[in-house]
């Protein structure tokens, strides 16, 4: 399958769903895709195109915050990343879990460090961040206040 035919083949499948593609370049393209999709979408990718996944990032773009989901299609050399975008109001998405048990440490990760719930996440625990670092406060969210008024944070959190 090559890259034309991927792309036809999630507007096909998914005609309501993409709100934009941006080719970036010959080997990556980035996919504006409604969050209530991701478990659909990833898993045609995974199991009918063959696309692995990578990682997710998280971004704190100040007035919402984005998901990017990579995946990689081997066989063509192309790099397919899936963004959606949350509303700060309803930060939660559903879990990549139950269809790649390996995202489960980057979903917690996001968690821990941006807030985002994951719904159906096996276990959203601690994984970053010490046992004594408040609840509720995400340290690479935009609006990060230090709350610990004895931390020296000169090289990061």
Known sequence: MNRQEILQGLHERFPEDITNVFE???KRVYIEIKAGVIVQMAQYLFKEIGARF????GVDNR????????????TIDLVISLRVTLQKT?????SLTPVFPAAQWIEQEIHELLGINF?????LK????PEDWPEGVHP??????EWDPNAIRDRGV
């Open 90 to 94: 309803k930060l939660e998405i559903d």
């Open 54 to 57: 990578n990682i997710a990032s």
């Open 140 to 145: 690479l969210r935009k609006d990060y206040k």
């Open 126 to 129: 601690r994984l970053l961040l």
């Open 63 to 74: 007035d919402n915050m984005e998901i990017l989901y990579h995946f990689t299609e081997e």
């Open 119 to 123: 719904i159906g996440h096996p276990q």
């Open 24 to 26: 970036k370049s010959a």
